[in-house]
């Protein structure tokens, strides 16, 4: 199974970017699916996650209000849609997924899976 990112990309701040992360492969155990961020040098940090139906969404209070998360289970595509972009929202950003919304999604620590990665570099 992978997790695939793309849109990444240079934005100026205060404008919008979307996210996607497509899975391909045994896709039957993605039951959460959601995405973290990391800049060089820190700690990766939770940006946000959703449920298998798409109904229930968690984002991080950095995040939360600017940035939505949805899923398309036809497409097994998760998309993160950032808007109104501060300078502080430049970072690499993964998506993960994994079978339990219990898991340490605080951390990341144990996820079934993770993406490469796609940067997000957000200018003055």
């Known amino acids: 199974l992978q997790l695939v990112e793309s849109g990444g990309g240079l934005v100026q701040a205060g404008g919008p970017l979307i996210l996607a992360c497509a899975a391909s492969?045994?896709?039957?155990?993605?039951?959460?699916r959601g995405w973290f961020r990391q800049v060089p040098g820190k700690d990766r940090e939770f940006v946000a996650k959703?449920?298998?139906?798409?109904?229930?969404?968690v984002y991080s209070d950095s995040v939360k209000g600017r940035f939505t998360i949805s899923r398309d289970n036809a497409k097994i595509t998760v998309y993160l849609q950032m808007n109104s972009l501060k300078l502080e929202d430049t970072a690499a950003y993964y998506c993960?997924?994994?079978?339990?919304?219990?898991?340490?999604?605080?951390?990341?620590?144990?996820?079934?899976?993770w993406g490469k990665g796609t940067l997000v570099t957000v200018s003055s």
């Open positions: 993960a997924a994994d079978r339990h919304w219990d898991a340490n999604w605080d951390t990341g620590y144990g996820m079934d899976y």
């Open positions: 492969g045994p896709t039957f155990s993605l039951n959460v």
């Open positions: 959703i449920n298998s139906n798409g109904e229930i969404t």
